[in-house]
């Protein structure tokens, strides 16, 4: 079970705006009893005010009267599927990685041709003037770039790779020769 957003803010809220044990709300906020009890009495170093579950959509009102009145319920979080999902967005690589993505754009090229400019650029998460600096050889670094699998680099996961390929070879079917012809 994934815990709430803040669960000591959480905690604090539901300490003072409902009649939850300080069981109920520990299991909610994945926190210990005693640690509940401390915010309770003040001692845990909580901030200021609290974070209202209901209004963000974590729990519902009835969930929480329906725990009030049983102390052997347990509130339920809700877990809304657009915040499981990952945003797409710009990718962060580390610096440490920065390096390694010449050489995984160049094992795509090599390897991957179906793929498209801005495939490869999704996937490595650079731009189209470094994927064609490297396909032209007119990299700064063109000497030392190393063909390397950018799975194995850490710089995108199979899965991505593999809907990569999956998605080119629909677009253009007739670019990939048919593996049983050539044996």
């Not at 001692?43 to 209004?55: H, L, N, T, Y």
């Not at 962060?92 to 498209?116: F, G, H, V």
Request: net charge neutral.
């Amino acid at each position: 079970m994934t815990a709430p957003l803040m669960p000591k803010a959480t905690a604090l809220w539901l300490i003072e705006n409902t009649s939850l044990t300080f069981e109920q709300i520990a299991n909610f906020c994945q926190l210990h009893s005693l640690e509940v009890q401390a915010i309770a009495d003040g001692e845990a170093s909580v901030s200021s005010f609290g974070f209202d579950p209901i209004a963000h959509g974590q729990v519902t009102q009835e969930d929480i009267e329906k725990c009030s009145a049983d102390p052997t319920l347990r509130l339920t979080l809700i877990v809304h599927a657009d915040v499981q999902a990952k945003k797409k967005g710009a990718k962060y690589t580390p610096m440490a990685r920065r390096q390694d993505r010449p050489d995984a754009i160049a094992w795509l090229i090599k390897n991957c041709p179906e793929l498209s400019i801005a495939q490869i650029a999704a996937l490595v998460g650079t731009t189209k003037n470094t994927i064609q600096s490297v396909q032209e050889k007119t990299h700064w670094n063109a000497v030392n770039i190393k063909p390397r699998n950018p799975v194995t680099l850490g710089i995108c996961t199979q899965k991505d790779l593999d809907s990569a390929l999956e998605k080119a070879q629909k677009a253009r079917p007739g670019l990939i020769p048919d593996q049983s012809k050539s044996e």
